[in-house]
């Protein structure tokens, strides 16, 4: 299955969910899908879609 490509709570929760119906262990499940999210993250800080200002 694919997996949802976005670092939002529902994303993440879903990758989850789809890492352990393909059979794999929850630690390789959350594993896997923090690093997805981890990933678009980093992508869309690249594209300018995160207001990356803090105060």
Known sequence: MPLIHGY?????SENIKREMAAGKSQKQAIA???DIA????????RKGEINAKKK
């Open 8 to 12: 939002s709570k529902k994303s993440i």
């Open 32 to 34: 896997i899908a923090m």
């Open 38 to 45: 981890r990933k678009a993250k980093k992508k869309a800080k």
